[in-house]
């Protein structure tokens, strides 16, 4: 089973914000995220996901591709422009990516429960008195 990452999208309101800047990024069928440093465990990782975070929950992933070098020094994660939503899941702000082991992301399956349509205010809510 491969690795994963989880990442959080800066400046994304809305799961709608991170498609358009998805969208946006994206040429040739993949996309690039930078990132200073190249995971020890990168081989893990290809053929895993990246797993966005949006107001304190895992919404939408992509598939990894590749590490890259860069000229600056710097790491690019290629990426599938193919964003999946996922059913949402809690996770704590942190900055730059981190592991997430296959058992604890979450599917692409949707858990037919309709928490993944809660305004995101009322599921930290939820979630904050450990309802979700």
């Known amino acids: 089973m491969p690795l994963h990452l989880s990442k959080v999208a800066f ?6 914000t991170l498609q358009r800047r998805i969208e946006r990024w994206s040429s040739n069928g993949e996309m690039r995220v930078p990132t200073r440093m190249r995971p020890k465990r990168a081989t893990e990782c290809i053929g895993g996901f ?45 900055q730059g990516w981190r592991y997430l082991e296959d058992a604890d992301a979450p599917s692409g399956d949707g858990d037919g429960s309709g928490i993944g349509d809660l305004p995101p205010r009322l599921y930290g809510k939820l979630a904050s008195i450990a309802l979700v």
């Open 50 to 94: 990246l797993h966005y975070i949006v107001k304190h929950r895992i919404v939408a992933r992509i598939e990894i591709l590749r590490f890259e070098d860069r000229k600056d020094g710097r790491i690019d994660i290629v990426c599938s422009n193919q964003l999946e939503v996922v059913s949402p899941m809690p996770r704590r702000a942190h």
């Open 11 to 16: 400046s994304c309101a809305s799961l709608e």
